[in-house]
C-alpha cells in the first residue's frame, strides 16, 4: 500500500504480470520437440512438466503476493489477461491437428508416437484449467471460448455442472466434486467424473422444466454440448482415419484425470456448516485448500488460490488472493498430483495438516463413516 500511495511501482505476482501464456507455453512444446529433431524429444513436455517440474517448483518457492486493493479494479478491467485466455484455442487446435498428422502420416518409432500422443493430451489438459477461468467470466464470448476448449478433450458439460452445481455445492455431501477424509483418490475419481456428469443433465432438466419445457428439446443446453464434442470425434476421424479415436480418448482422459485430481486436492475433507433452517452456510475461505508456489499457480491458471475463487467467484485469475486463514497444501499442484496418487504418501503429508485445523473447531470434518481419528 505504501508503494502504491507514493507512486513506486507496486510488487506483483508473476503471474499477474504474465497472465495465462505459460498455459500457451506448455501446449506449444510439442513443437519444440519436433523442432529438435523428435524421436525422443517428442517426451520433452513429460519429462519437463512432471519430472523436472516438481523440482522447480520446490526450489523455486512460493509467491504470496497480492494485487493491493487499490489497484484491482485496474487489472481486473485489462483486456491483456483475456487476450491471454484466448490465445490458447488457437494454440490448442494447432497442437491437436500437428500431432494427429504426425502420428498417423508419418512414419515414426513407436516411442516416439506415443511420447507424442502423451504430450499433446497433457497440453490439452493443462487448457482445462484455462477453461475453467473463461467458464466463468461474465462475457458470452469468454464463455464460448471456454466451452470450444473444453470440447476438444470432451468435456463441455464442466460449464454446466461447475458453475452451477459445484459452486452451489462445494464442501457438502451432496458435491461430486468434494472428497471426504480417508477417501483414496482411486475411490473419489470414479463417484467424481460420473456424478458430475450425470448432475449437469439434471442441473439442465431441473432449469428447462422450470420454464415448462422437456429436457429433451433444442433448449437444452447439454444437447449442443454433447453434439460440439461428437463434430469434433466425427471430423478428427473422418479426416484422419480410425487411430484419430484412440487419440481423442486419450485427450479424452487426461484433462479428466488432471481435473480429477484437482477436486481432490481442492476441498479435500472440509465441510460447511449447515445451518438451523436446513441450508448450508455460504462458503469461505476455510472450506478450499490452498497453495502458493509460484510454478503451480503459472500452470495452473492460479486455480491452487482456490479458497479465494470459492468466495468470490466473480473474481478473475489476475487478482485472486492468497488466503492465510485457509489450509495450505505442504506442497505446490505439481507435487500434490502425485501424492494423491499415492494414498499413503497423501495420508502421511496431509492429514498432519488436515487434523490440525480441524482442531481449530472452523470446519464441519467432511469424512468417510468411521474413519476419523
Same mark, same amino acid.
Given at each position: 500500500m505504501d508503494a502504491v500511495m507514493s507512486g513506486e511501482k507496486p510488487r506483483l505476482s508473476p503471474l499477474t504480470k504474465v497472465g495465462a501464456l505459460p498455459v500457451s507455453a506448455v501446449a506449444l512444446l510439442p513443437?519444440?520437440?519436433?523442432?529438435?529433431?523428435?524421436?525422443?524429444?517428442?517426451?520433452?513436455t513429460i519429462v519437463l512438466i512432471f519430472v523436472i517440474g516438481p523440482v522447480l517448483d520446490r526450489l523455486v518457492g512460493e509467491d504470496n503476493l497480492n494485487v493491493p486493493p487499490q489497484l484491482e479494479a485496474r487489472y481486473e478491467k485489462s483486456?491483456? %489477461?483475456?487476450?491471454?485466455?484466448?490465445? !490458447?484455442?488457437?494454440? &490448442?487446435?494447432?497442437? +491437436?491437428? @500437428? *500431432?494427429?498428422?504426425?502420428? /498417423?502420416?508419418?512414419d515414426m518409432a513407436l516411442y516416439a508416437q506415443i511420447g507424442l500422443?502423451? *504430450?499433446?493430451? +497433457?497440453? +490439452?489438459? @493443462?487448457?482445462?484449467?484455462?477453461?475453467?477461468e473463461l467458464c466463468h467470466h461474465p462475457s458470452r464470448l469468454d464463455r464460448f471460448i471456454g466451452v470450444q476448449v473444453f470440447s476438444l478433450?470432451?468435456?463441455?458439460?464442466?460449464?454446466?455442472?461447475?458453475?452451477?452445481?459445484?459452486?452451489?455445492? +462445494?464442501? /457438502?455431501?451432496?458435491?461430486?466434486? *468434494?472428497?471426504?477424509?480417508?477417501? *483414496? @483418490?482411486? =475411490? @473419489?475419481?470414479?463417484?467424481?467424473?460420473? =456424478?458430475?456428469?450425470?448432475?449437469s443433465w439434471q442441473i439442465e432438466a431441473k432449469r428447462l422444466k422450470t420454464l415448462g419445457k422437456s429436457w429433451l428439446s433444442p433448449y437444452n443446453l447439454m444437447i449442443w454440448l454433447t453434439l460440439n464434442e461428437l463434430a469434433?470425434?466425427?471430423?478428427?476421424?473422418? !479426416?484422419?482415419?480410425?487411430?484419430?479415436?484412440?487419440? $481423442?480418448?486419450? &485427450? !479424452?482422459?487426461?484433462?479428466?484425470?488432471?481435473?480429477?485430481?484437482?477436486?481432490?486436492?481442492?476441498? %479435500?475433507?472440509?465441510?460447511?456448516?449447515?445451518?438451523?433452517?436446513?441450508? !448450508?452456510?455460504p462458503p469461505r475461505a476455510i472450506h478450499s485448500w490452498d497453495d502458493s508456489y509460484m510454478l503451480s499457480n503459472f500452470l495452473f491458471t492460479a486455480v491452487d488460490r482456490h479458497a479465494d475463487h470459492h468466495e468470490n467467484?466473480? =473474481?478473475? $485469475? &489476475?487478482?485472486? =488472493?492468497?488466503?492465510?486463514?485457509?489450509?495450505?497444501?505442504?506442497?505446490?499442484?505439481?507435487?500434490?498430483? $502425485?501424492?494423491? $496418487?499415492?494414498?499413503p504418501v497423501w495420508r502421511r503429508l496431509v492429514h498432519p495438516v488436515l487434523e490440525a485445523f480441524y482442531d481449530k473447531g472452523e470446519v464441519v470434518p467432511h469424512a468417510l463413516p468411521g474413519v476419523l481419528p
Open positions: 513443437f519444440v520437440g519436433y523442432w529438435l529433431g523428435g524421436g525422443a524429444w517428442h517426451w520433452l483486456l491483456y %489477461y483475456r487476450l491471454t485466455l484466448w490465445l !490458447y484455442l488457437p494454440v &490448442q487446435i494447432a497442437l +491437436v491437428l @500437428f *500431432s494427429y498428422h504426425l502420428i /498417423t502420416n508419418t500422443a502423451l *504430450s499433446m493430451a +497433457v497440453g +490439452v489438459g @493443462f487448457g482445462a484449467t484455462l477453461a475453467h478433450c470432451g468435456m463441455a458439460n464442466f460449464l454446466v455442472y461447475h458453475n452451477y452445481g459445484h459452486h452451489n455445492l +462445494v464442501a /457438502t455431501p451432496e458435491d461430486p466434486g *468434494s472428497a471426504r477424509y480417508g477417501e *483414496s @483418490f482411486w =475411490r @473419489f475419481m470414479p463417484r467424481n467424473i460420473g =456424478r458430475k456428469l450425470v448432475l469434433w470425434v466425427v471430423g478428427l476421424t473422418w !479426416y484422419f482415419g480410425p487411430l484419430a479415436l484412440v487419440l $481423442f480418448a486419450l &485427450q !479424452y482422459a487426461a484433462p479428466r484425470l488432471l481435473l480429477s485430481v484437482g477436486d481432490y486436492l481442492e476441498h %479435500y475433507g472440509l465441510s460447511r456448516r449447515k445451518l438451523s433452517g436446513g441450508e !448450508y452456510e467467484s466473480g =473474481r478473475p $485469475f &489476475q487478482i485472486l =488472493r492468497v488466503r492465510h486463514e485457509a489450509p495450505r497444501l505442504p506442497y505446490g499442484y505439481l507435487t500434490m498430483i $502425485f501424492a494423491a $496418487f499415492v494414498p
